[in-house]
């Protein structure tokens, strides 16, 4: 097989060890924070009267903002989309510029663009000659948006060095990263590496669907809380607590996760699963597996797949319904830069399924297509 190492720039990860004490330090917040009665209560709703927001709602939020580092914490809905839109409306004025990395950027995240009529100027983040300059060049830029996860895969650039080097050339700039797919498994989001905010979806770590997370400076995350003053708006006491216990088991099955991904990825290199031509891993979206057949056989594959086990298509990519493993198509970034990967590739992300597991679908899968063709 020829082997595909060129690929992409992985993230750094977490593993078994580092997500374990991630977990005990969330757990140790927690107890400094509620006493234990208080973790069996479902939580209050409505707007009450001391904290303009459900009394366990302010709690959470609470161990969020200290978990992280962070001077507040917000629960928004609309889940990593509706935090990401809540944050730029409380930090830009309509039609104000913001620097953006020269790359595809998320459907949703563009419709924010659109909405608050927001100028990007597009710079190629992993030319950090080309960073620097920008920034010196575009002074009505305020706010510079980082995306965590790899938008394509020629992506390399480090997040932490990034904001490092903004701030070293203005440091009045306000940084904000989109930590979606990357919470919990990189050892530091956003707001750790000295970003002001950072904004992600608590549907991606196993919590209740549609409730984001914005933390970072108190100033502007509580503008987000005042400009929701709204009953109806709120994250209710009892999903909040639903989000806080489904953290908790977050950093390890992601840890589990992200190991059964590396295994995946060495046992199909080998060969046990006939008429791969290549494969790597990529962190487009999550750290999954790609992989391109010697026949252009991708979709047939998919849908045989389905019949043996497999998710082929995501609820909220890797939220509490994403058991099974997912074998689905190649992201659309990935396209752009390798168009043939539209009927010769997949991706696949184990979930919480082993190396095992996947190994016996595709093998039925590809039997089935054989069989086909």
Known sequence: MNR?????????????????????HLVEVIARHFQGE??????????HPAEKRPRFTARVEKVLAEVFGAEDAVLVRGAGSGAIRSLLGALLTPGASLFLHRAPVYTTTEETLRLFQLRPVYIDYNDR??????????????????QHARQQPADVYDPGGLIREVRRVRPEMILVTDDNYCVFKVPRIGVELGAD??????FKLLGPEGVGVVVGREANVSEIRRRNYSGGGQVQGWEAMDLLRSLVWAPVSLAVQNKQTDQLCRRLETGEVPGVARVWMSNSQSKNVIVEWKAPVASQVIAASEKYGAAVYPVGA??????????????GSFLQARPELAERGIRINPMKAGADTVIRILRQAVAEVSAIF
């Open 4 to 24: 595909e190492t060129r690929a992409t720039h992985l993230l750094p990860l977490m593993d078994l060890a580092e997500a374990q004490q991630r977990q005990f």
């Open 318 to 331: 890797e939220s509490r319904y994403e058991i099974l493993p997912m074998i689905y198509r190649v992201s």
């Open 197 to 202: 905010y950072t904004a992600f979806s608590g």
């Open 129 to 146: 000659k080309e960073v620097r300059q920008a920034i010196k060049e575009h002074p009505e830029c305020r706010l510079f948006y980082i």
């Open 38 to 47: 208080e973790m069996f209560q479902r939580g209050d709703v409505g707007l």
